[in-house]
């Protein structure tokens, strides 16, 4: 099978500026029941996903809780095996390769997770964990230490944290230690699962801030996950709707503002909810595993969809491109 390079890129963006490709991945969960712990279906976390993520740009991925955008980040660190489909790196799929091949890849794709407190060790000091990332780099110790205050004041930490251990920190700060430690490798590409959800509003915009100086500074490419699509849209270059495993819509940012398309894109932007209770788009937000039955056929949105017709409950139509950085996966 040959890659499919025309399966989705950006307009404005030459192929060459293309980091990583991901092209039709899954990961199906098994639900299993009863004793004999019988697989009676299938949590389908991510289901068939195509995008793409330009050098030193921001894709921001959206959507509920649940919908599958940390398995999806998962998946591209390689945390998780992909059950189908091609993640490629630099021109080269690295889906299928061994640990080994994978490792010098390893470095140049880091994550930050949204929780920095359980993602850093809380027995090592700042600087031993920050050297414990940097020790795939081969430095002399010296040149370690000196690339770990580096570091810490990149992210606004005093040298002198490099000594203290991760309690002795806020929230806000951890986080920039998270960032520090994924920036220490000079990573092409960041994913950032939810990076600011677990802090104070107040905090929030400083680590965005952050994280977009870092971008202009190193032309870092970003994958940003949030389930806030202003909050992606404030940091985005391009934002992708994701609903129960699959991208719905996907667009330039300005244009996914101005022009949204898909049904499920105006409920996340409606920041109001509909008064009409004709127009039925705010149900209560179902699991996925409470969902699984009625999305097994037709668009996945359909019980909560407004506009549902017969047509949208039997038949699933594909992401289409309705505009030159615009794509939609809705009937209508
Ligand atoms: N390791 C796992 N085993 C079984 N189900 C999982 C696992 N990881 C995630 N899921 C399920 O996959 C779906 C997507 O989860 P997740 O990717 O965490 O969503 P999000 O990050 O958008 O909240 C959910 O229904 C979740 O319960
Ligand atoms: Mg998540």
């Known amino acids: 099978m040959g890659i499919?390079?025309?399966?989705?890129?950006?307009?404005?963006?030459?192929?060459?500026?293309?980091?990583?490709?991901?092209?039709?991945?899954?990961?199906?969960?098994?639900?299993?029941?009863?004793?004999?712990?019988?697989t009676v279906g299938w949590i389908k976390a991510v289901d068939g996903v195509d995008l793409d993520i330009a050098k030193g740009k921001t894709l921001g991925l959206v959507g509920e809780s649940g919908c599958g955008k940390s398995t999806l980040a998962r998946l591209i660190l390689r945390l998780t095996d992909i059950d189908e489909g091609k993640l490629i790196f630099?021109?080269?799929?690295?889906?299928?390769?061994?640990?080994?091949?994978?490792?010098?890849?390893?470095?140049?794709?880091?994550?930050?997770?949204?929780?920095p407190f359980g993602s850093l060790n809380p027995k090592m000091t700042i600087g031993e964990t920050i050297e414990e990332g940097l020790r795939v780099l081969e430095l002399h110790?010296?040149?370690?230490?000196?690339?770990?205050?580096?570091?810490?004041?990149?992210?606004?930490?005093?040298?002198s944290g490099m000594d203290m251990y991760p309690h002795e920190f806020s929230g806000g700060q951890r986080q920039r230690i998270g960032i520090a430690r994924a920036l220490s490798v000079n990573p092409l590409l960041i994913v950032c699962d939810e990076p600011v959800s677990?802090?104070?509003?107040?905090?929030?915009?400083?680590?965005?801030?952050?994280?977009?100086?870092?971008?202009?500074?190193?032309?870092?490419?970003?994958?940003?996950?949030?389930?806030?699509?202003?909050?992606?849209?404030?940091?985005?270059d391009m934002i992708a709707i994701m609903y129960l495993g699959q991208i719905v819509e996907l667009a330039d940012s300005e244009e996914l503002f101005r022009n949204?398309?898909?049904?499920?894109t105006n409920l996340l932007l409606s920041a109001v909810?509909?008064?009409?209770?004709?127009?039925?788009?705010?149900?209560?937000?179902?699991?996925?595993?409470?969902?699984?039955?009625?999305?097994?056929?037709?668009?996945?949105?359909?019980?909560?969809?407004?506009?549902?017709?017969?047509?949208?409950?039997?038949?699933?139509?594909?992401?289409?491109?309705?505009?030159?950085?615009?794509?939609?996966?809705?009937?209508?």
């Open 260 to 264: 949204p398309k898909h049904p499920y």
């Open 4 to 38: 499919e390079l025309d399966a989705i890129y950006w307009d404005n963006v030459y192929l060459d500026d293309i980091l990583l490709q991901i092209r039709k991945i899954k990961k199906y969960f098994p639900i299993k029941r009863g004793i004999l712990k019988k």
């Open 141 to 159: 110790a010296e040149k370690r230490k000196k690339r770990v205050k580096e570091l810490l004041e990149m992210v606004g930490i005093p040298a």
């Open 90 to 115: 630099e021109g080269r799929e690295i889906q299928s390769l061994s640990d080994k091949e994978f490792k010098p890849i390893r470095k140049k794709i880091q994550i930050v997770f949204q929780d």
């Open 273 to 332: 909810p509909e008064p009409d209770p004709k127009k039925k788009i705010f149900f209560k937000l179902k699991r996925q595993t409470d969902t699984i039955e009625w999305v097994e056929h037709g668009c996945k949105f359909w019980k909560r969809c407004p506009y549902a017709s017969s047509e949208c409950k039997e038949t699933e139509i594909p992401l289409k491109k309705i505009s030159s950085a615009h794509w939609v996966k809705c009937i209508r």
């Open 198 to 236: 677990a802090l104070d509003v107040s905090i929030q915009a400083q680590i965005i801030n952050l994280l977009k100086d870092l971008q202009e500074a190193f032309g870092i490419a970003y994958l940003f996950i949030s389930h806030d699509i202003n909050l992606v849209g404030y940091m985005s």
